[in-house]
């Protein structure tokens, strides 16, 4: 065996010694991790056969004891940390409520949150792909942003979702020409009233002064919109009996002066409009 061989090898036990150390230290620091004592409440009511998941993000408060060697980047990389949490679906209208910490530690780590990242997803069938979702946010910064919403003496501020399912003919190849939808969530005013531009919505949340959090709750309602909407501009025209999908041309996948409808396929069903299925 020459020189060259057994260097080789020997940089690849002490690659392996220094990955399992690192695993090792990595697996001890894991058992000091532990949240703060401040934390926020985020509660809700969702709408049946929803569910939400909510990350939490963090970012390190003393970056000198946060840095950990990233074997994939062969360099050191500074820690990050989250907290996730979700409700489940339920099969009829329900109440939520999770507790989400503003800080944590590992070690000498400290990190606060700066963000909570909120995904709604609703199903609308039985199959697996019969799911979708929709995104929105929590922020929370190092000052009170100017604007930002205010909370009620009892410490309750309160954002309303209005969810929209827009329909589809799908594309994918194991279900080409079968109804699929995309789920819309956009921010209400307090009377449930959105904003007439599609262009203008936002997606649901606000953003909050890291200071004025703890101990309070950031209510979400959500709402489902029960009328549906065709997820593409001109692609189905309202009929008495329903939507009905146009033919498009090589030109254009748009419905045309003289349209020309096409069928579907629904729930087994060769259809002709939506939601429907006969005439």
């Known amino acids: 065996?020459?020189?060259?061989?057994?260097?080789y090898l020997a940089t690849i036990t002490l690659t392996g010694c220094s990955l399992t150390g690192h695993l090792a230290k990595e697996g001890a620091?894991?058992?000091?991790?532990?949240?703060?004592?401040?934390?926020?409440?985020l509660a809700g009511e969702l709408p049946a056969n929803f569910m939400l998941q909510a990350t939490t993000k963090y970012a390190p408060l003393t970056p000198e004891h946060c840095k950990v060697y990233d074997y994939g980047l062969?360099?050191?990389?500074?820690?990050?940390?989250?907290?996730?949490?979700?409700?489940?679906?339920?099969?009829?209208?329900?109440?939520?409520k999770l507790k989400i910490p503003l800080n944590k530690s590992i070690g000498l780590c400290r990190m606060e949150a700066y963000q909570v990242s909120l995904l709604i997803r609703g199903r609308y069938g039985e199959k697996d792909w019969q799911t979708h979702r929709a995104l929105g946010g929590i922020g929370i910064a190092a000052t009170r942003p100017q604007g930002a919403p205010e909370f009620s003496a009892e410490g309750?501020?309160?954002?309303?979702?209005?969810?929209?399912?827009?329909?589809?003919?799908?594309?994918?190849?194991?279900?080409?020409?079968?109804?699929?939808?995309?789920?819309?969530?956009?921010?209400?005013?307090?009377?449930?009233?959105?904003?007439?531009?599609?262009?203008?919505?936002?997606?649901?949340?606000?953003?909050f002064g890291r200071n004025e959090l703890p101990g309070k709750t950031v209510y979400l309602q959500v709402r489902e919109n029960l009328v549906e909407e065709p997820s593409m501009y001109r692609r189905w025209i309202e009929t008495d009996g329903g939507w009905k999908p146009c033919k498009g041309t090589e030109q254009s996948e748009r419905c045309q002066s003289s349209p020309v409808f096409q069928t579907f396929k629904m729930n087994g069903e060769e259809c002709t409009v939506y939601p429907r299925c006969k005439e």
């Open 29 to 41: 620091l894991s058992l000091t991790e532990r949240n703060g004592r401040e934390h926020f409440t």
């Open 74 to 96: 062969g360099r050191e990389v500074m820690r990050d940390g989250y907290e996730q949490e979700e409700t489940g679906y339920r099969d009829r209208p329900h109440e939520f």
């Open 1 to 7: 065996m020459n020189k060259l061989t057994l260097l």
């Open 156 to 207: 309750v501020y309160t954002m309303h979702g209005y969810c929209t399912w827009l329909f589809q003919m799908s594309k994918a190849r194991s279900r080409l020409g079968e109804i699929s939808k995309i789920l819309s969530c956009s921010e209400t005013d307090e009377t449930w009233q959105l904003d007439p531009d599609f262009g203008k919505r936002r997606s649901i949340g606000d953003t």
